[in-house]
Each structure stands twice: as C-alpha cells, then as structure tokens.
C-alpha cells in the first residue's frame, strides 16, 4: 500500500461509522474463520471508507481473522489479490469488483471450489456468488432523473433544459446501472430535457473536474449537471464555481458524502442521493454464512435523496458519510 493510501487508511479507521448493530448485538461467530476483502481500489475515498467499515465490522468477532487488498483500480491486481487469498487459505471470500465482466471468472472460480462469495455494492456477470448486499443503483438513477426533472419544471414551467453528466467506472455495476435508470428515465418520461455529453469520470475528483471544465467550455447554456459519486462531484463543482456559472444549473450526485451535505446546506449543490457502502450488511452475511445459516440471494438496500429540505438531519460532522 502507497503513502497515500495508508494516510486515508489512518483517516477512514479514525471517522468510520459504524453502519449499525449486527441483530442488535446477538450475532456472534461460532467459530473462528478467515475473511478476505477484495477491494477495487483504496486510492478514493469511499472505496477506502468502504473497506475500513468492513475490516472493522469484521473485526467485532472474537476469532475472526481479516486480510484487505488494494487492486489499485485495475482488473488484473484485483485478480491477482483473490488468488492470492485463496491460496492463503480464506474461508470466505468479500468482494467489490472492479469490472463485473472482468472479475466474474476468478469470482465463480472460487465459488465453484466451495469458498463461500459476498458480493459487496458491486456485482458480476453470473450467479455464482452466496450473496450479494447492494444498493439500488437504476433506482438511484431514476430518483436523480425525477429530481431534476421536478427542479426544471418549477424553473421552465416543463420539464425542460440541458443535461450534462459525470459517469463512474466503465463497466463497474454502479456506473452502469445508475446509467441505466437516469438514462432510461430521461427517455421514457422526459424526453425534452437534452443529455448534451456524458464522460466517465472513474469516480476520480481530478478527471470530473477536467471534464467539466471541458463540458463549461462547450455548452454556453447547461441547466443541469450530475456525477454518479460526489467525489467526482466536488471536483466539477469546483470547474463549475471558478467558471462563475454555479447559479445556472441544478448540480447533483450519489453517496451522501458529509462534504457533499454540507455543500447542500451551504447552497453549493442541490442534492446527493444516500448509497450505502453495505459494509454492516455485507460483513452479517459472511458471518451468517460462516455459521452454518442460509441467506438471501441478494440483499437490496435502498437509496434516499437527501436535499436542502432534509440534508441538516443527516449531517455529522466528523463522518466520512450519512452511511
């Protein structure tokens, strides 16, 4: 692990919050087991965040041995890491894959062998896997379509204006889904609001903010602008405010970051949508699991728009997030 990553490491473990109680504290592990999780990348800071709640919910369990690797964003790393816990002898295999298509192989190949699989926010192309804890992304997408949709029509009279967006990962499930249902929505129910561009911005502040830099540039009249992780938010609010056009458009995102509630408060942007890392949930099932205990499929948390109307009663200062 870099300087970098072990410095938000340190960060993450000192603001974690914990997600919520396992069975209001009468889960326990029945026996000893070793748990690994595969993270994507700890180099952004709610996939670092992210794996902290997991190797901390974890760790609450006499016994439990945990291992957390770094893909450092890339398919191959990532790979290589779930080979590297298999040979090490995991019992239980936590996974947030960076590309769906690219990780399902070295996922069902564990599974297939008996090693038990917890999907955690982010899928893979088949079901071989014991469970997967999620967030709903296409209906994040949708709420975010509704959304501006309701703030062009009180500005228009209609649902009405110019779309740009920041997209995530390519090909990683969140990206992809929160796509869909923005997307889909948009055509379906709201065909006069314009999507003028749409870019992957890998969740990453300093590309989001090159590509709106690029989008304020290009479009002399954007009424609306949208990121599917506020961390790539912040880094196009940024484009958006030293351009001086902050009061022509509605900006939004997903994650419910504390900066990004406090940038609603402050009336820096006009929503997040609340999507929960699934760390408490996803770590409850690999314990279930390991004892002996039959699980759902999949497990759906779902996502709560948070806006200038709600963002004070899900502040707290000092978290990394409302999550």
């Known amino acids: 692990m870099n300087k970098t990553a072990k410095a938000i490491t340190l960060l993450m473990l000192s603001l974690c919050l914990v997600a919520g109680t396992f069975a209001q504290g009468t889960l326990m592990a029945k026996k000893p087991f070793f748990a690994g999780f595969a993270q994507d990348t700890l180099n952004?800071?709610?996939?670092?965040?992210?794996?902290?709640c997991v190797e901390r919910e974890l760790k609450k369990f006499p016994g439990v041995k945990?291992?957390?690797?770094?893909?450092?964003?890339?398919?191959?790393?990532?790979?290589?890491?779930?080979?590297?816990?298999?040979?090490?002898?995991?019992?239980?295999?936590?996974?947030?894959?960076?590309?769906?298509?690219?990780?399902?192989p070295i996922v069902s190949q564990v599974y297939r062998s008996g090693i038990p699989v917890v999907l955690v926010d982010r899928g893979i192309t088949s079901q071989d896997?014991?469970?997967?804890?999620?967030?709903?992304?296409?209906?994040?997408?949708?709420?975010?379509?509704?959304?501006?949709?309701?703030?062009?029509?009180?500005?228009?009279?209609?649902?009405?204006?110019?779309?740009?967006?920041?997209?995530?990962?390519?090909?990683?499930?969140?990206?992809?889904?929160?796509d869909k249902?923005?997307?889909?929505?948009?055509?379906?129910?709201?065909?006069?609001?314009?999507?003028?561009?749409?870019q992957p911005g890998?969740?990453?502040?300093?590309?989001?903010?090159?590509?709106?830099?690029?989008?304020?540039?290009?479009f002399p009249k954007i009424d609306a602008m949208i990121t599917y992780a506020d961390e790539s938010t912040m880094g196009a609010l940024y484009a958006v405010e030293n351009a001086k056009r902050r009061n022509e458009m509605i900006i939004g995102s997903v994650n419910a970051t504390t900066e990004a509630i406090k940038a609603i408060l402050d009336g820096r942007m006009d929503f997040s949508i609340l999507y929960s890392n699934c760390a408490?949930?996803?770590?409850?099932?690999?314990?279930?699991?390991?004892?002996?205990?039959?699980?759902?499929?999949?497990?759906?948390?779902?996502?709560?728009?948070?806006?200038?109307?709600?963002a004070k009663s899900y502040y707290q200062e000092g978290k990394y997030s409302a999550d």
């Open 202 to 218: 890998d969740y990453r502040r300093d590309k989001a903010m090159a590509i709106m830099e690029d989008y304020l540039q290009t």
């Open 129 to 178: 896997y014991t469970c997967f804890v999620k967030g709903d992304n296409v209906k994040t997408g949708i709420m975010a379509a509704d959304y501006i949709a309701a703030q062009l029509t009180i500005k228009y009279g209609s649902p009405k204006g110019n779309l740009v967006i920041i997209e995530g990962v390519p090909g990683s499930t969140t990206s992809v889904e929160r």
């Open 181 to 198: 249902g923005l997307k889909g929505r948009l055509a379906e129910a709201y065909p006069n609001i314009k999507v003028l561009a749409s």
């Open 44 to 52: 952004q800071p709610w996939r670092n965040y992210q794996a902290v």
């Open 66 to 104: 945990v291992m957390v690797t770094d893909g450092l964003g890339r398919a191959e790393k990532q790979i290589s890491d779930v080979e590297d816990m298999v040979a090490r002898g995991v019992n239980i295999l936590l996974i947030s894959p960076a590309q769906e298509g690219a990780l399902t």
């Open 280 to 310: 408490a949930k996803g770590v409850e099932m690999a314990v279930r699991i390991m004892n002996g205990e039959t699980v759902p499929k999949v497990i759906v948390v779902d996502p709560v728009n948070i806006t200038k109307e709600n």
